[in-house]
Nanobody, 119 residues
Framework: QVQLVESGGGLVQAGGSLRLSCTAS????????MGWYRQAPGKQRELVAR???????NYVDSVKGRFTISRDSAKKTMYLQMNSLKPEDTGVYYC?????????????WGQGTQVTVSS
């Protein structure tokens, strides 16, 4: 049973920082691309940042220069360093990963962690 568990969310004032973590566990052969998504109240879930197994990254325009995605393959953990947070960054942040258990990658999601930025 593969699981993704996020941590690090919370309440922060505008301009502050948070660091999210996502750790994969279970019977895992390899992890391909990983990503952070967020869903604000009343809005669709959107991709915030993505990182490939080779370390290539991409970000949604609204977080470029403020957020940094990284991963530690040995620890099966992905991070999202969020600086200069804005109220519009508020939402539930979900971890996503393409994980190979046997032959082909399957999509897995974490349970989500709440990030609230007060103005």
């Amino acid at each position: 049973q593969v699981q993704l568990v996020e941590s690090g969310g919370g309440l922060v004032q505008a301009g502050g920082s948070l660091r999210l973590s996502c750790t994969a566990s279970g019977r895992i052969f390899s992890i391909n691309a990983m990503g952070w998504y967020r869903q604000a109240p009343g809005k669709q879930r959107e991709l915030v940042a993505r990182i490939t197994s080779g370390g290539s990254t991409n970000y949604v325009d609204s977080v470029k220069g403020r957020f940094t995605i990284s991963r530690d393959s040995a620890k099966k953990t992905m991070y999202l360093q969020m600086n200069s947070l804005k109220p519009e960054d508020t939402g539930v942040y979900y971890c996503n990963a393409a994980i190979v258990v046997t032959w082909y990658p399957n999509d897995y999601w974490g349970q989500g962690t709440q990030v609230t930025v007060s103005s």
